[in-house]
């Protein structure tokens, strides 16, 4: 009985067979290489990227989704920061306003930090005390991953909300500041599925650039002295892979941020003296906050007076403040630096965020610390773009209970700087443009029992380098104006009267020269037809004074 002839496999066989023996392997590979890497999880939050992250990617303004807006003040500061009125109702005080813009544009950037907390909050069901009844009200549920921000506008804010609590007081002093060893520590005391405690990493490059925000849940120790914190990287929406390492050994961190696995990123790294790895609690975020910017006992409540710098999305200069004795607070020469007793700095994250290509847009993107200092203490603040590659403009705002201003678009480039001196007992500013540019516009806030004010001062034509005081006198409604130099220079004065009827505006233009002094009386304003005015004259010769009416053009 002849046997079967035996026939060659065809090479579509043969690839077949290969194609699976291949896949086998590959998949064997996989499994050691995981087996290999597996370590033993010694903290778990039981938070997930999935389903407890957002399935959408962190952003910036370009979309022009929904800040920060009145009802959201009232949320975070309570009701003194209405000078009348309440929920959408509510006037602003200036001071209230600069902050609220100062945040709204700090968020250009990217919202990662606020992405980061409300994800946090709302795993742990604890909205409510964050004022938001249920997740039901974001638009839907159960979980974070569930909701869209498209067209949800109750989400945009609630993100935006959650951004500018990395700026308040409680949570700056409960931030953790230690070395690695030190934070990882910590979480692994905090990460349990009972405790109600939530945090951030704030994580930074070197010289605390391209700040970003990232949530950690999970601890797991690899060997060797080598730990892996599990996070939630919201530029990364439903990878559950993340992870950020910390050596106990070199007491050093690294991560990889990266918009996706396809794409190039950046390492963030750090070691136990950079300070680039921060800890950052949610709970203190909860309730009504201690308020810089209230009116009334509330206001008054605060011991210090903010100053900060923002601009658009990219480089930014930075503020180096000097107190009376010579120490110093701010950035310099790629590090974070304070010397002055009692004052604070919070660096800022912001994101990075994806382009349309899917690379990062600003890992370079930096944004200045918020810096608290003692709210009487006498101030030089030097505005500092050294160390720029390209021209920007940024704007300085200082917002206290006995100080409020922002210098708008102050135009730096590489090598330069702008100077401004602060005395918050006397209310009183200077402010110096940088040579060759044109002087910034400056703005201050005032309110009476039943309106706000904002008081914009322009200098057309100005000189480049000018120089000019100003004094305010809240308790007879006004506000001194003097150039250094002698030689005639023009003004344009523009102040905005926001009350319960709605805003309305007011301005005049003029000009002084040698020794005469210009002041502005906005206070008649607070009556229903008040005329404010503005008298220029010199002193000793008062009976020449000049009076200028304010003309209403809005």
């Known amino acids: 009985m002849g046997s079967r002839p035996r026939t060659r496999p065809t090479l579509l066989v043969l690839t077949g067979r290969l194609a699976v023996l291949l896949a086998i392997a590959v998949a064997l590979a996989l499994t050691a290489a995981a087996a290999a890497r597996a370590g033993t999880i010694v903290a778990d939050s039981g ?65 990662c930090y606020g992405m980061a907390m409300l994800a946090s909050i709302t795993q742990r069901q604890q909205l409510p005390r964050f004022g938001i009844s249920s997740i039901a009200a974001l638009g839907g549920g159960p979980n974070a991953f569930d909701l869209e921000i498209k067209d949800n506008r109750a989400l945009q804010r609630a993100i ?49 650039q391209g700040g970003h925000a990232i949530t950690p849940y999970a601890v797991e120790d690899m060997g060797g002295g080598i730990y892996d914190v599990h996070v939630y990287d919201n530029n990364w929406p439903g990878d559950d892979d993340r992870r950020l390492t910390i050596d106990t050994n070199k007491d050093t961190w690294k991560y990889f941020a990266a918009t996706n696995p396809s794409e190039t990123g950046s390492w963030y790294i750090g070691n136990a003296k950079s300070g680039t790895l921060r800890l950052m609690p949610n709970q203190p975020a909860f309730g009504t906050q201690e308020c810089p910017v209230c009116v009334g006992r509330q206001g008054l409540k605060s011991k210090y007076n903010q100053i900060s710098l923002s601009g658009m999305p990219g480089e ?43 690379e990062l847009s600003n890992l370079d993107d930096t944004i200045d610390p918020v810096y608290e200092l003692p709210r009487g203490l006498k101030l030089k603040i030097k505005v500092d773009g050294r160390k720029l590659t390209d021209e920007v403009k940024q704007s300085l705002t200082v917002v206290g209970p006995t100080f409020d201003s922002t210098a708008e678009r102050i135009r730096l480039g590489p090598g330069q700087v702008a100077h401004a001196t602060l005395n918050p007992k006397r209310q009183t500013l200077s402010f110096t443009a940088r040579r060759r540019a044109a ?12 309106a706000a004010y904002s008081v914009r001062v322009a200098t057309p034509g100005a000189p480049a380098g000018t120089t000019v005081f100003f004094a305010k006198k809240p308790r007879y409604g006004m506000l001194r104006i003097a150039p250094k130099s002698k030689r ?33 009386y906005y206070g008649p304003l607070a009556r229903k037809n008040g005329v404010a005015r503005i008298v220029i004259g010199v002193p000793g010769k008062e009976a020449q004074a000049k009076i200028l009416k304010l003309r209403r053009t809005g």
């Open 488 to 520: 005639r220079q023009a003004f344009r004065v523009i102040v905005n009267r926001l009350d319960a009827n709605g805003e309305a505006e007011f301005s005049r233009s003029y000009s002084i020269r040698g020794r005469q002094q210009a002041y502005l």
């Open 316 to 358: 930014t200069a930075h503020v180096v403040i000097t107190d009376p004795k010579g120490r110093k607070l701010g950035v310099i020469g790629g590090k974070l630096v304070n010397q002055i007793p009692g004052a604070r700095a919070y660096p800022r994250t912001s994101g990075p965020v994806a382009t349309a290509t899917g």
């Open 47 to 111: 938070f997930r990227a999935t389903p407890n992250g957002f399935s959408f990617q962190n952003y910036g303004d370009a979309e022009g989704y929904a800040g920060l807006n009145a009802v959201d003040m009232q949320l975070i500061f309570g009701d003194g920061v209405c000078v009348v009125g309440k929920g959408a109702k509510c006037v602003l005080t200036p001071g209230a306003r600069y902050w609220m813009n100062d945040m709204n544009g700090s968020m250009a950037g990217g919202h």
């Open 439 to 450: 002087f910034p516009k400056v703005s201050f806030g005032a309110e009476s029992r039943s």
């Open 160 to 208: 935006a909300r959650a951004f500018s609590m990395q700026g308040v007081s409680s949570v700056i002093r409960g931030t953790v500041r230690g070395t690695p060893k030190q934070i990882l520590e910590k979480l692994k005391q905090e990460l349990t599925s009972s405790n109600p405690a939530t945090w951030q990493f704030g994580i930074f490059q070197w010289g605390m």
